[in-house]
């Protein structure tokens, strides 16, 4: 360890929380966009990082901005050492953004994402002109769809914002303030309002109460959201994620990810300019995607998708057949073991390899990566039919291989909720469905599925498939189980679980034994203790 001299520890604590010992924390405030530059001398410096700042970065008793930058390009740029991108962040908020925008920026597995909650917040702001906020998507508008598509986008946004307060009215009645239980204090049990000794405990009881109410009419009517429906999503990741962000909005088909890569990456350069220089259009990932779209239409043409159950669990390795399945799945509409019986007996060894090399593609350089298709060899393979917004929110997991087919109307619409039918709004929502098919069908067959997808609503089913291996199932299952979770995602793991415990080649104990959290009951309010919790702890710091 250096001995520094009182005028070196004093320069030092601008930047370190501790300028003698030998473990420490590094400022970011102090040393914005130059910390990775000075980590990266690690691997070229004898000494250590507060040395290197010494030596190297601070000039006349401050941070020489110029000479991280040099360091950062010839590292990068000369060097080729991407693993320095992964040593500087930077926060990035993205608003104003489709739902199918968020899902492209969190297909990023590395990084922190915070979205605008669909169970929490009612869509019912509109913007400054007074419209509905959804994505009018460019090439849409400019086509003769134009009118419909506003049109349709209207009416389905106006049948959300009308059924906000009936069905908090419905949930009212069904369980009403009196009638409710929380344990708003973590020493007194669960409670009714009339139990409440104070001003205070009834205040929490009430906002606990309407917090229950409306979590619960979010989580009903949000089937009715477009896949167009504008949110916010903030992101914390390094250089080398938000470069593959950066690369992949680039090389959408979308206007409104390209656009959105144009904006995030002038953000992205008032920050960390040098870490994501490289992100630009990679006509790789165009030309090899637009190839596989040719050959999986002309291999499917005369296939007809077969209907599949919600949940399809199926265990397994490492299977040559499985892989070009996976390899098709993305550009098709079939279920995984539907292509992977297609890929194993009616193609020819020829076809086979021409999926596989087409996959793969023209890679130019080490940089130019196929998909997710080559990290099949898992031991679960589960294949999903669940409505948008239940995808959303398993979407997030990211200890596994996702993949995930269009956003298609043409699976069906959810079944509406129990709450919705007994209110008497069966037929609006019925309405509203059956006007985004029309609509969605009607833009497919001009513009492309791509741009159609738009059209879709939360509750209509998209086709996904995970692949993870036990460790993952413990996260994934035991957390999504959980009360406070969603009662569609929760029942779509449960039934995961069931499956697994079935297909399992050792046999049922052996999944009971490493996954035993996974809670299967059902819980009609499954916010209810969450925001009775919330309720205690607040109380706990209001008396400390």
Known sequence: MANFTNEEVRLLSEFVSDPRGNVFAVFPHKMPGMIGAAYARY????????????????????????????????????????SVQELESAWLSLEGISNLATK??????????IEQSSRYVFYDQRDEQGRFRYLREPTIMASPYGARYEAVMDAVFGTYCWLIEPMQEYFRRRKPLEAAEYE????????????CRDDQERNDFKTTWRFDIRAKACDTIRILLPASTLTNVGM???????????????????????????????????????YVERARRSEYLVETRRAMQVLADALLDRVTPEPAAAVTVTEG??????????????????????????????????????????YIGNRRTRRDRPGRALEFG?????????????????????????????????????EIPEAIVEAGFRSDVEACAEQSAELY???????????????ALFGHN???????????????????????????????????????????????????????????????????????????????????
Request: with cysteine.
């Open 43 to 82: 691997s070229r410096a004898r000494g250590g990082l507060r040395e290197t700042l010494l030596k190297e970065f601070i000039r006349a008793g401050v941070l020489d901005a110029r000479h991280a930058d040099e360091l950062i390009q010839r590292i990068l740029i000369v060097y080729g050492d991407d």
């Open 317 to 358: 390795s490492y299977e040559w057949t499985r892989q070009l399945a996976a390899m098709l799945y993305p550009y098709s509409e079939h279920s995984l073991e539907q292509l992977t019986q297609f890929t194993r007996w009616d193609i020819s060894p020829e076809q086979q390899w021409r999926i596989y090399d087409t």
């Open 378 to 414: 898992y031991p679960w393979f589960v294949d999903l039919v669940i409505d948008f917004g239940i995808y959303r929110d398993l979407h997030r997991h990211r200890m596994l291989t996702q993949q995930r087919q269009r956003i298609t109307t043409r699976l069906g619409f959810c």
């Open 462 to 544: 998209i086709r996904c498939c995970f692949a993870f291996n036990d460790r993952e199932a413990q996260h994934l299952l035991e957390l999504r189980t959980g009360p406070q979770g969603h009662q569609g995602y929760r029942r779509i793991c449960q039934e995961i679980y069931r499956q697994m415990r079935v297909v399992d080649p050792v046999g049922p104990l052996r999944v009971e034994r490493f996954m035993k959290f996974v809670d299967l009951n059902d819980y009609d309010w499954p916010r209810a203790d969450s925001e009775a919790r919330q309720r205690a702890k607040e109380a706990k710091l209001g008396s400390e």
């Open 236 to 274: 914390h990741a390094n250089g080398r994620t938000f470069e593959h962000m950066l690369r992949h909005l680039y090389s959408s088909d979308l206007l409104e990810m390209q656009q959105l890569a144009v904006q995030a990456h002038a953000a992205l350069n008032t920050v960390i300019p040098r």
């Open 184 to 195: 708003i204090r973590a020493d007194r049990g669960k409670m009714r309002y009339a139990d």
């Open 104 to 113: 492209v920026v969190e297909d990023r597995r590395l990084g922190g994402y």
């Open 441 to 455: 069908e009607a833009v497919r067959v001009d513009l492309g599925s791509e741009v159609a997808q738009y059209c």
